[in-house]
């Protein structure tokens, strides 16, 4: 996973993936891409990145997650945002986060599909807490507290979920 | 304006809006309204704020500006987050943003309609430089340097643009 996001899996988070692992199922693939084209406005900041960027025209990874299609839209590494990253993430059906916490705020918008959130909501560092589960659908927004752990999980029949991610990169 | 987007024009600023007012044009309105219904998860967090929110179901406001309806999504005021704000931005054609600047990143992303981006990418906090104007087209993205002096302007003339806003809350 890009930047701050690395996993945190200590023994006890092992032992909640292998539960939370008993909800997940499979199911059929629907891949939605927008394909709109245009010509990118090509002024750069100060830091070489250009002021307009076609969305489309930016690079896709899967950090080795099945089904996952990533794009960072702006980031700390890859653009020097300084504040905020700000991510496009496609999950086919099935596909899902690994269990995580980091130390920055997450603001999640759903802009299609259907999936579930898995939120251990009174974690503290050392303790990952009791998980909840929470349905999420399309045109909705949630939001991950600092530290606390979670997991997304897509589980749409028929679609899949695009979902914007915000976050400050406190590396 | 909310939050940290209080209007800081200057003589200057105000000689660069009567510029700027001169592309300002008159277009048909065609406004896309999302209607997905679901039923909310009601379980809060510590601030009180439901973990997940119907974004059909938060407040919508103009702040005085014609054409203009703002969602704060997540908010440092309404929802408590300390790092980052989300904003849900619908400009019917026509519609601009005030020349402003303030002292956080911020990053678009256009989800849907065209418009002009005017920003005075070399401004610094006692002169507002001079604006470029940059074309702006669904599905792209583009971001505001910290202090940098800019305007958003919706000219579409047939459909409408939605602005995801992120920005870190520096008050």
């Known amino acids: 996973m890009p930047d701050c996001c690395e996993n945190n899996q200590s023994i006890q988070l092992q032992r909640l993936s292998k539960l939370w692992q008993i909800n997940m199922g499979f199911f059929h693939y629907l891949v939605f891409l927008i394909a709109l084209l245009f010509f990118a406005t090509v002024e750069v900041n100060s830091h070489g990145v250009p002021i307009v960027r076609n969305i489309n025209e930016l690079a896709q990874d899967s950090y080795g997650i099945p089904g996952l299609s990533h794009i960072t839209v702006a980031g700390s590494v890859l653009h020097g945002f300084k504040e905020v990253e700000v991510w496009l993430e496609t999950f086919a059906p099935g596909a899902a986060t690994p269990i995580h916490r980091h130390s920055c705020e ?5 802009l299609k599909g259907t999936g579930t959130l898995y939120l251990a909501s009174n974690s503290d560092p050392k303790h990952p807490g009791s998980p909840q ?7 909705s927004t949630f939001h991950i507290p600092v530290n606390d752990v979670h997991q997304a999980l897509q589980a749409d029949k028929e679609g899949m979920t695009q979902r914007k991610v915000v976050r400050k990169d406190n590396k």
Chains 1, 2 share one sequence.
């Not at 997450?106 to 759903?110: A, D, G, I, K, S």
């Not at 589960?133 to 045109?139: T, Y």
Request: charged letters at 15%; hydrophobic letters at 60%.
């Open 133 to 139: 589960e929470f349905p999420i659908l399309s045109n």
């Open 106 to 110: 997450e603001v999640f918008v759903v």
